[in-house]
């Protein structure tokens, strides 16, 4: 009797054996139908032959670099894995890259390649190094023959005639080319040489494969040293053009841009030791012309006519510092007895000797108006000499 | 200043160039910054003029001799 298990568990189990490595990568042709571009950005469709039909989706991330809009009826070739979809039980195609038909074996492992360096980062920016100013040496790997190295060299002379250069001979095509050229790359590791140009002439396709090659690719990012890839010509692209950190489009750029113009750097290093030799004579133009003004200054041309001014200053302030001392005494003793005459004129006691009198309560608040008494209170009344104490008998208002 | 890379030696020459001329550096400061300047600018220029052209070629066992092109 069987154990039932669950749909989920069951699914799962599906799932797991559809993770073997047969259905992880793989390539399939076959006619799109039921292509639905979701606004999500993913792709949906099928791909069907005379007897056969698979469910295939290539998300948004994956079709965003098609450089073309696959349509219903395309023979097209979906390259990527097979996987379930849990809720439906469905199995489909995950489609990594979507190819036409009628590609060759070789674009088709050169595509897949591409895209799998690039997921891995291979290929970022963020990689690439800088080449020197001045290279040190230049190591330059491809054939010992042809016109290649023949270019390379031609405008590296050209351009700099005290160039150094040490050449790693290395297969360009055929069957041990890569592995010539991974030896290559090796073997400079351990020199001097400061930046490398790998590369060789144009060719077919299949001849420029040596460049395409997955284990060259991996020692190139493995390389210590900054590499420029020179394949062939404009058009052609290989995978070690991806992962170089330059890429030239052909040996003789190459050449150009690992070395700098020797005319170019002279002129440089001439204007800079210019300028600093120009700043340090206006420099010493102006110091001297400013010592000369200072030693042509009364200071210096007598060395004591400095101290007589001084000497002239301090008795004139003497002088008048005296001046003040006396003068001040005077000034200051009018100005007090008037300060004093202005203090007499306000104060009550001056009212009172004229015969006025002050008339305050007991608590001794100023009396102003009658009413502010009631007969029989006491009052104060101040004189200018001596005062009351009274008692109000009337009030009048 | 053997260790120092030409594209170093460069950039540091610029700068003193560039702070000579827009600095108010005293004349003795001057002078020291324009002495070094001199040192990298002969550096410079002896790292342009450097001996002749020399092509070489390492074999795969290491040994290292004349580059010639080969005659296909």
Redesign the interface.
């Known amino acids: 009797m069987l154990q039932p298990i669950s749909v989920s568990e069951l699914t799962k189990q599906i799932k797991s054996a559809l993770t073997s490595p047969a259905f992880q990568s793989i390539a399939v042709e076959g006619e799109v139908s039921n292509f639905i571009h979701h606004r999500s950005g993913h792709m949906y469709f099928s791909l069907k032959d005379a007897h056969s039909r698979i469910k295939a989706v290539m998300f948004r991330g994956r079709n965003q670099r098609l450089e073309f809009l696959p349509k219903n009826g395309d023979t097209l070739i979906a390259v990527g894995s097979i996987g379930v979809y849990e809720p439906n039980g469905e199995y489909q195609i995950y489609v990594d890259l979507l190819l036409p038909q009628g590609i060759g074996d070789l674009h088709l492992a050169f595509e897949q390649l591409k895209e799998r360096l690039e997921r891995e980062g291979l290929f970022d920016a963020s990689r690439k190094r800088p080449l020197?100013?001045?290279p040190h040496r230049i190591g330059v790997i491809t054939?010992?023959?042809?016109a290649a190295?023949?270019d390379i060299?031609h405008v590296?002379?050209r351009r700099?005639?005290?160039?150094?250069?040490?050449?790693?001979?290395a297969l360009v095509q055929g069957e041990g080319a890569p592995a010539s050229l991974i030896?290559a790359l090796e073997?400079?590791q351990?020199?001097d040489v400061d930046v490398i140009i790998m590369g060789r002439g144009g060719g077919s396709f299949e001849e420029l494969s040596a460049f395409n090659d997955e284990q060259l690719a991996r020692a190139m990012a493995g390389s210590r040293i900054p590499i420029v890839s020179a394949c062939g010509h404009e058009t052609d692209f290989t995978i070690a053009d991806f992962v170089a950190d330059l890429r030239a489009p052909t040996p003789s750029a190459a050449a150009e841009l690992v070395v700098p113009l020797?005319e170019d750097?002279?002129r440089?290093?001439a204007s800079?030791?210019n300028?600093?030799v120009g700043?340090?004579e206006r420099?010493?133009r102006s110091?001297r012309r400013y010592v000369k003004q200072l030693s042509q200054s009364p200071l210096l041309q007598r060395p004591d006519y400095h101290v007589n001014q001084l000497r002239q200053r301090l008795d004139e302030l003497w002088t008048g510092l005296g001046r003040y001392q006396r003068h001040g005494v005077v000034l200051k003793r009018g100005k007090l007895a008037n300060v004093v005459g202005k203090l007499e004129t306000l104060s009550p006691l001056q009212t009172l000797a004229r015969g006025y009198a002050i008339c305050q309560t007991e608590q001794g608040a100023i009396l102003r108006q009658a009413y502010d008494v009631e007969p029989g209170e006491i009052v104060h009344v101040t004189l200018h000499e001596g005062s009351l104490t009274c008692t109000v008998e009337g009030r009048h208002t | 200043m053997s260790e120092l890379k030409f594209e170093e030696a460069l950039a540091r020459l610029e700068e003193i160039v560039r702070s000579l001329e827009q600095g108010e550096a005293p004349l003795d400061e001057a002078l020291v910054l324009f002495e070094e300047g001199v040192k990298l600018a002969r550096f410079c220029n002896e790292k342009l003029d450097q001996a002749e052209a020399k092509i070489e070629v390492m074999l795969n066992d290491g040994q290292i001799e004349a580059f010639e092109v080969k005659e296909s």
């Open positions: 020197p100013a001045l054939s010992h023959s042809g190295i023949r060299l590296l002379l700099y005639p005290g160039v150094q250069v040490l050449v790693f001979p030896d073997l400079a351990g020199t020797q750097l002279l440089e290093v800079l030791q300028r600093m700043f340090l420099k010493i110091d």
